[in-house]
């Protein structure tokens, strides 16, 4: 299968600002593209610089500008060819006559005509100048050669110039533009899920089990959790086209077809070879483990003997996995379960914000015919506020159909 790995939350937007009055609007195109969640770096001609300095645009967009092609500081960051192979949409905007001839003629002579030949990335051009400009014959022919060559143009909007002029030559507003590239990158995902899968391409990594906490080297604190709904997912997440790592505690479970499998068996452990896991790439991250609350704070060399009526055993918090996880500046797309006993709706949403999670999955445990050893399931989905999605009954059905309708859940977040 070759097709791209497409999440907005990943999707890096090379915008190039060039020399017009325009490049004002840029900046604020920063802050809109950042807000879908997108990475974005600058690259600024010199004309741009003319207009707007490029600290602006380093402030806004988090990363340094790139502004040389013949610069050996430069090229020691992030080199021309790194830079074109980083971008998965080239978006030129405001794009000036001159950049448009540029690019028309195969030019190479400064960093963004180089950009562009070396980029294997779709190219998005917003031309905005005076109307005469617009109108000349040169621009236009350009214009068609670029979009023979399949280069999007954003159409410029009409109305009063800055130079006084009326006329075709406005760039869109910020916010239309920025909507035009989500718009884009949702589109392509949705394509793509319909042909490979609803999750075709994402590396899914998932907690399942219980956790072991020893207490000496023959005794252990763990819980009731068999991993089935864990492993459930895992089996559904391949079959929905994911590259799917099952980072499972200890249960008498056969691995899903597809699915590699990493056994642990502390929640230390758990957390070890989860952030390892995010190193090697993740994109969606779904804790379904049991993980013990608490471990024995001095695991006692030998076993412990019999001795007197009563024993105590000091126990230390354990970490978070799933909060941890979800507190790294690379993070996934986060899902949490929780089993409640009572006010099942208010603890979700509780943990929803304060383990920073996007999407929670919760059962009512005192339920008895669902949950833990039981084949079926029933539960409510909440998705985190800025996703503006109601939440989802998934009526008691088998622990598969939950978890199929577990993954359509996580796709629906992440392509909204
Ligand atoms: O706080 P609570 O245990 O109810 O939260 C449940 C969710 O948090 C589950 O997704 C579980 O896998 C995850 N979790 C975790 N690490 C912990 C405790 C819970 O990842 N130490």
């Known amino acids: 299968m070759s097709f791209d790995l497409s999440v907005i939350s990943s999707k890096n937007i090379l915008l190039a600002v060039t020399g017009g ?6 900046a604020i195109l920063v802050r ?9 770096r600058v690259v600024m001609t010199h004309g741009a610089q003319a207009f707007i300095q490029p600290l602006t645009f380093q402030a806004l967009s988090g990363n340094p500008v790139h502004t040389e092609l013949l610069n050996p500081e430069a090229e020691a960051g992030m080199g021309h060819i790194e830079l074109a ?9 405001p794009a000036s006559c001159d950049s448009l001839a540029k690019f028309a003629a195969g030019l190479a002579d400064d960093l963004l005509s180089t950009l562009y030949l070396a980029t294997k990335a779709p190219v998005w051009v917003a031309p905005a100048m005076n109307q005469q400009m617009w109108a000349a ?28 002029d009326v006329g075709l030559g406005r760039m869109p507003e910020p916010e239309e533009i920025a909507q035009q590239v989500k718009l884009y990158f949702h589109q392509a995902e949705r394509a793509i899920a319909e042909k490979f899968g609803l999750l075709a391409g994402q590396r899914v990594v998932i907690t399942a089990g219980p956790t072991r906490e020893a207490i000496d ?8 959790s068999t991993g089935k709904m864990g492993f459930s997912i895992a089996a559904a997440c391949y079959a929905a086209g994911a590259t799917v790592t099952l ?7 056969d691995t899903p077809n597809g699915v590699s499998r990493i056994n642990v068996s502390s929640a230390k452990h758990m957390l070890d070879e989860s952030l390892q896991s995010l190193e090697r790439g993740c994109d969606v991250f779904i804790a379904t483990a049991a993980v013990a609350d608490y471990r024995v704070a001095e695991v006692a060399e030998h076993k412990i003997k019999k001795a007197g009526d009563e024993l105590a055993v000091a126990l230390v ?17 986060m899902v949490g379960f929780a089993a409640e006993t009572r006010n099942v709706e208010a603890y979700a949403s509780e943990k929803l914000v304060v383990k920073k999670l996007d999407m929670i999955a919760c059962n009512d445990v005192s339920r008895a015919d669902i949950g833990f050893a039981s084949d079926q399931n029933a539960m409510t989905v909440f998705f985190a506020e800025r996703y ?16 199929q309708q577990l993954v359509e859940a996580i796709h629906d977040a992440r392509v909204k």
């Open 21 to 26: 009055i325009a490049a004002y609007k840029s």
């Open 32 to 40: 809109r593209l950042k807000d879908y969640g997108f990475n974005v």
């Open 85 to 93: 192979r980083w971008a998965d949409l080239l978006l030129v905007a």
């Open 137 to 164: 014959k040169a621009t236009q022919r350009n214009l068609n050669t670029l979009i023979e060559d399949g280069v999007h143009v954003i159409m410029p909007d009409a109305g009063s110039q800055a130079c006084g």
């Open 217 to 224: 080297p023959v005794r252990y604190i763990s819980n009731h």
């Open 247 to 253: 980072i499972a505690g200890p249960v008498s479970l």
């Open 317 to 333: 918090k354990n970490p978070d996995i799933v909060a941890t996880i979800a507190g790294q500046s690379k993070r996934p797309f």
């Open 388 to 403: 503006k999605m109601d939440k989802r009954e998934l009526e008691k059905a088998s622990k598969q159909e939950i978890a």
